[in-house]
Structure formats: C-alpha cells, structure tokens
C-alpha cells in the first residue's frame, strides 16, 4: 500500500502550501467518482484532483486535462452551489489516517458565511468524498451513498450526521519515543515489519520493510532507531517522491525504498507530480474497460468469425482446386465413347495423361448416356474452375476484415472515453452494429474528431489520431501536403503527423516514439517506423476508414518510452 498515513501527511503539507486562503473558482466532475477544483491561489492557478475511484483513490494537484461532460452531476451542480467562490481556510490530515479535510468558507444565497467541510477518505473500494455542513456536522451528499444495511456503524445520505470511519486505535508515530517502540514491539515474537504495521497508525507494509533493511541486524537496539529517524524525516518533509519499476508491476513512496529488489526508480520533485505520472492512463484505462468491454467482446468475435471463414474458404478452395480431375474425366470418357454404353456403373480406361499410363475407374450415372457423363464432368470442372475466382476473392475479403478489426482493437487499447464513442459510431456507420435508436431524435452536428497535441523538445506541434475518425481527419484533411506522417511499419497503430515541413533529428525520433507507443507494439524495444510527407500518402477508392498507402518513406527504429510521451503531451 503505497498511500498509507505517513504518504497521506506528505501530500496534506503540500496541498496545504500550495491552496491556504485559495479561491474555488470552478468545480467540474468528468467521471464518477473524479472531482476537480479550480483554485487561485498565490497568484497562481491550479487544479486540485479528488477522486474516489474504487481502485485509483486519490487526492493531489494535476496538470491532466479532463473531458467534462455536457450536463454535470448532481453532486458536481451541489458542490459549485455551495462551494465556488468560497475561500479554502484549512485542510488537515485526521490524525494519521488516510483522511484529509478540507473548510471552505462561503456565502450562501443570502450573503450569509458559512462552513463547509468537505472529507476525502481514500480507503481502497470504500474511498469516498463528503460536503458536510460544518456547524451542524450534516452530510449534505457524497460522491458515494451508504445505507444503514450495508454499513451499520455509520450511514453516508444526505441529512444524516457524518460519523468517522471506525478508529484503529493505532499509536500515532510521531508521538512515539524509544521506550514506547520497545514497549510496542516483541523482539521475541519475530516478524517485526508486521509488528510495526499492527501497531503504528498510517504505516504501510513498504515502509515497515524499509525500516528493517535498514536496521541490518534487527535487534532492540537498531530498529527503535532506525523507525525514529525515519519517521522524523517525514515529520520535517525530507521526502524523495519516487516510482519504483519492478519486474511486473511499478510502486511509488515518498522515501527511497532500498529493499526492493529492483534498482530503477524515478524521482519526481513533488508528490502530485508523481502522482500525476503514476496514475497516468491507468485509472483511464480502467474506465475504457468498464465502458468499452462490449464492443471490444464484439470486435473480438467479429474478428474470430473471419477467421473462421478463412478455414473453411480453404477448405472449400482446396476442393476446387481438385477440379482438373473433372476435366481429365470428361477427356478419357470423351475418347471412350465407343467402347460405353448407357447403364454401365463405371467406366475402366487407360490415363493416356499420366505418364505411367495406369488404367483408372471412372464412376457413371447409369441414368445417363456415356456423352452425358461426359459432359457432366466437363460441367463440374467448369463450375469449380468458377468457384476457385470466388472464395479467393472471400479470402481477401475476409482477410481484410481482420486486419481492420486487430486496428480496431490496438484503437481500443489505447483510447480514451471519447475515442471509444468515436469507434462505436465507425462501426454503426459502417453497418456492422444497429444505430441507436433515440426516443427523441435531432439533428446531429458534425464534431471535428478530437486529436491529440503534444510539442516536442523544440516546441513543434505533433498531433496523434487514436482511432480511424480521427487518424482519416488527420492525415486526409487537416495536414499540410509538407507535414511529415508517421506510421508503425506493418503494425496496427495511430497516425501521427509532425506539422513542419523540416522538423529536427530530434523532432523525428519524437515523432516516431509516439507511433510507436500508440501501436500494437508499445510494449515491445526497436520497433520500425515508417515516416513521410503527407503528399506521399493516399486512401485506396473503397477502403476502410483510416486505412492509407505510402510510398517515399524513410524507417527509423525506436523503443517506446512512456516517460517521454507524459512529458511531450500537451491536450
């Protein structure tokens, strides 16, 4: 657990620094569970990030860009009622809990001052964010409701008084002395990283590791004060705020973590910028997940489907392909004419066609005369002759079906929200899934698909397209003939134009990372990237949408990096 109570006290200093006697200006709510305050503050603007998500719980200041919805939330609508305009007066860790509040002092409708106090309680799946009536100890709503029947010790409407979540009784940590550690821990028991965590309010696993690696020899002795010294740091916001890259999954803290395993870390010189890189694409991706799991199950089957067809298509083919024995058939028979007669069940003659000269067994229709059996045969040859044409053209039909379809599902890897939306309208448009029907149907205005920008080191524009829509608008109709356009070579991914006619060595090298990483092959080191001028880029008549032939083009080899596309992205 990497947001414990001592990385919950870190965050509380820095937001306190930064929002003190801050104005809310605007409060938006774009997902559920996310909310985000405008706030000025020192003369400067930012934008505070609260989010009870069940799995990406959190709370810091962000540089993220989020799409809003057209018509806000209850909750958001109740919030901006209550809280813009109001002036942040305190925001205070509970005790060493992962709480924090935040009083906001406002006016209501009558001119009046009033408290509000709103409780971001980062708890794993039971996080939650709560306006409560200071004065009163009144919930006012939350982002999450709670009746008595699913949680007896305290209920969360609206109304009702706002109870803490149920206390530990843990020892605060920086109330403690040598002579208390000693007195909490038992030295003969073992296992004192578990120790720590059972005793000590707010200490994750991660740090209770962190003190024992430290300590060396764990005795009496070196863990009271290795935990002290520790702890003291964080008192004194001696912090490190660091990501930490393990073999299958990354962590983050506020402290160097020397026992991990892995040596590769990134510091960061604040915690929400940490935070910021940390959960970057990930709560996203859960949100696509839950949202687009429908349509990716489709686009799957569709895609299997066709791949079926393919196995069948060639077994058929190798059928037709058989289809010169036909035509030797009708010749042997043709040139036996004299010696059959109607009635006989088969027809013994001499393969003049093969070398060997062998005699074969042709079977006769005895309903039929010797010349119609003949032609019978010469009727079959033609027909699977025919028939070879067609499921070979159901080949390549089908085949393109399935590149499309892998496009789609490498679009749906990397998309947002909205792109999802833009990749359902693609495949109502083109007639694989039924359009919706609205009870009320207007006019739909036609929405320019939403690209995005990133800048590279020189400050040149670089915009990517993250599904087809966008990846046709891009290359067809908003660049430049002389924009250079950028694509993984023979690998699903975006297109991706850099708007300058001479971009940099650099530049390139940006660009190219940037297809890359929104391709099939982001996860994968040296991945080939075509790149070329727009003018050199054309859609066949008929083909799908976002699909495009180039000629002209240079290749470059690049490794995705993650930490480059963050830090190049711009909207």
């Not at 305009?85 to 305190?90: A, D, F, T």
């Not at 004299?338 to 003049?352: M, P, S």
């Not at 067609?390 to 792109?419: C, G, H, M, T, W």
């Not at 727009?534 to 990096?561: C, H, L």
């Amino acid at each position: 657990m990497s947001f414990d109570g001592l990385f919950t006290y870190a965050v509380t200093k820095e937001l306190k620094e930064a929002l003190i006697n801050g104005k809310v200006t605007k409060i938006h709510q774009p997902y559920k569970y996310d909310l985000i305050f405008q706030v000025r503050a020192g003369g400067k603007n930012h934008r505070l990030f609260l989010s009870a998500h069940p799995s990406y719980a959190r709370i810091h200041l962000t540089n993220e860009s989020y799409e809003n919805p057209s018509e806000p939330p209850m909750f958001c609508m109740l919030l901006r009622k209550h809280l813009e305009g109001g002036v942040i007066e305190n925001i205070e860790q509970l005790e060493m809990e992962r709480i924090i509040m935040i009083d906001i002092k406002s006016r209501n409708e009558l001119g009046d001052l009033t408290e509000k106090r709103i409780m971001v309680e980062i708890m794993g799946r039971h996080s939650n964010i709560v306006l409560i009536d200071k004065e009163r100890n009144m919930i006012l709503d939350s982002v999450k409701h709670i009746s008595p029947a699913v949680n007896r010790h305290r209920t969360v409407l609206p109304g009702n008084e706002y109870v803490l979540p149920p206390s530990q009784g843990k020892l605060n940590p920086f109330n403690a002395d040598e002579e208390t550690v000693l007195k909490k821990l038992d030295f003969n028991s073992g296992k004192i990283d578990s120790q720590i965590v059972q005793q000590f309010a707010g200490i994750s696993p991660l740090f209770a590791k962190e003190v024992i690696y430290r300590a060396g020899l764990v005795n009496r002795t070196t863990v009271p004060k290795v935990f002290l010294s520790m702890v003291e740091e964080l008192r004194n916001h001696q912090i490190q705020p660091q990501i930490f890259y393990q073999l299958n999954r990354e962590l983050f803290y506020i402290i160097d973590l020397s026992h991990l395993e892995s040596n590769e870390s990134k510091l960061f010189p604040t915690i929400s910028e940490l935070l910021d890189r940390y959960y970057y694409g990930k709560a996203e991706r859960d949100r696509v997940k839950q949202q687009g799991n429908d349509l990716e199950r489709f686009i799957v089957n569709e895609k299997k489907k066709n791949e079926n067809k393919i196995k069948k298509l060639q077994t058929t083919l190798y059928q037709a392909e058989k289809a010169n024995q036909f035509r030797v058939y009708g010749e042997l028979l043709t040139a036996n004419l004299y010696a059959l007669k109607k009635g006989d069940k088969t027809a013994e003659v001499i393969n003049y066609y093969d070398e060997n000269s062998p005699t074969i067994t042709i079977p006769l229709d005895v309903q039929k005369t010797p010349s119609e059996n003949a032609q019978k045969y010469f009727s079959k040859y033609q027909k699977a002759k025919n028939s070879v044409e067609v499921v070979q053209e159901q080949i390549k039909i089908a085949r393109n079906e399935i590149e499309y379809f892998e496009r789609l599902i490498q679009q749906i890897e990397s998309a947002s929200p909205k792109d999802l939306e833009e990749i359902r309208e693609e495949l109502m448009e083109g007639g694989y899934v039924k359009q919706r029907q609205s009870r009320n149907p207007k006019k739909k205005k036609s929405l320019k698909p939403s690209l995005e920008l990133y800048l590279s080191s020189d400050g040149t524009e670089i915009l990517v397209g993250k599904n087809n829509k966008q990846n046709e608008y891009l290359t067809n109709k908003l660049a430049a003939r002389d924009d250079i356009w950028f694509h993984t070579k023979d690998i699903p991914g975006s297109h991706v134009v850099i708007r300058s006619k001479y971009p940099t060595d650099e530049t390139i090298l940006e660009a190219a990372n940037l297809a890359a990483y929104f391709s099939k092959a982001k996860n994968s080191s040296s991945v080939p990237v075509d790149y070329t001028a727009i003018r050199y880029v054309k859609k066949p008549s008929g083909a799908k949408p976002g699909y495009v032939i180039y000629e002209n083009q240079q290749t470059v080899y690049v490794t995705p990096d993650e930490d480059l596309v963050f830090r190049l992205r711009k909207g």
